[in-house]
């Protein structure tokens, strides 16, 4: 099993990101999926998860309105859409299976520059 996260980055204040998640070895329209963040000297966070049935969405209050989550399964492949970022923002994301379930991959840091 393998995810692989990318498209993180340095962004000012109100600007915009597209996360990806790059999955492989296990049957990935199956599974529902979440991203997560840590924020520098904090614990994780849960941010989003978009369940693989009926294609239902959960966000964080602190992301709603401003993230979307979704999926490809044709590619095997998650993304979070982030809109109107803010300082708070910066984090290391992770994309994992489930709801902070077994697997996770490595993560990939976004920066929002006040």
């Known amino acids: 099993v393998q995810l692989v996260e990318s498209g993180g980055g340095l962004v000012q204040t109100g600007g915009s990101l597209r996360l990806s998640c790059a999955t492989s070895g296990f049957t990935f329209s199956g599974f529902g999926m979440s991203w997560v963040r840590q924020a520098p000297g904090k614990g994780l966070e849960w941010v989003s998860t978009l369940n693989s049935h009926d294609g239902t969405t959960a966000y964080a209050d602190s992301v709603k309105g401003r993230f979307t989550i979704s999926r490809d399964n044709a590619k095997n492949t998650m993304y979070l859409q982030m809109t109107s970022l803010k300082p708070e923002d910066t984090a290391r994301y992770y994309c994992?299976?489930?709801?902070?379930?077994?697997?996770w991959g490595q993560g990939t840091q976004v920066t929002v520059s006040s």
């Open positions: 994992a299976t489930g709801i902070m379930g077994d697997y």
